[in-house]
């Protein structure tokens, strides 16, 4: 599976934008913070429970999204491993379940460029393993709840 990752291919990817009105280091230092990590990761809809975050290169940061869902509470269970930490440039991980063999887990880049302005444009690019299985993360709504995920962001960073 490791094969999967090494060549990137549009017809597999996802790539989600936002334009932050903070300073690449601040919203950088957002994504190493395990608390602040928790507070504002995830769609809208659901909460962050936290098990384990070591969040630097080689670390993992596993946990749990909690939603409701036609009454009931459901737990998605989730797992990114850390491969490449650049301070204020760049991070890329493999999202997935914390199985080792998840056949569905995915590559992200996040990249963080600052403008000349200090605001700071976010780039997010998720590499899925196959171009169907890319299709059905979107069927079920990954970039409404990656642009959700990135609002969250923004919103923790304003307040």
Known sequence: ????FETWSL??????????SHPRDK??????DPKALAQWYGPASLKIESHEADIREGG????DMVGVFEGKEQRF??????????PNERIVMDHG????????????????????DGKTVLTM????????????VIGFGAVEYGL????????????
């Open 1 to 4: 599976m490791a094969n999967l």
């Open 11 to 20: 017809d597999r990817e996802i790539v989600l934008v936002k334009l932050l």
């Open 27 to 32: 919203v950088f230092a957002a994504w190493m």
């Open 60 to 63: 993992v940061w596993r946990f």
């Open 77 to 86: 269970p989730n797992l990114m491993r850390f491969l490449e930490i650049v």
């Open 97 to 116: 379940t914390p199985d080792p063999n998840d056949p569905d887990r995915f590559r992200t880049t996040v990249t963080f460029d600052e403008q000349a």
């Open 125 to 136: 690019r998720q590499l899925h393993p196959s171009r169907e299985r890319r299709q059905v």
């Open 148 to 159: 959700q995920t990135l609002d969250g962001l923004a919103a923790w960073l304003d307040g």
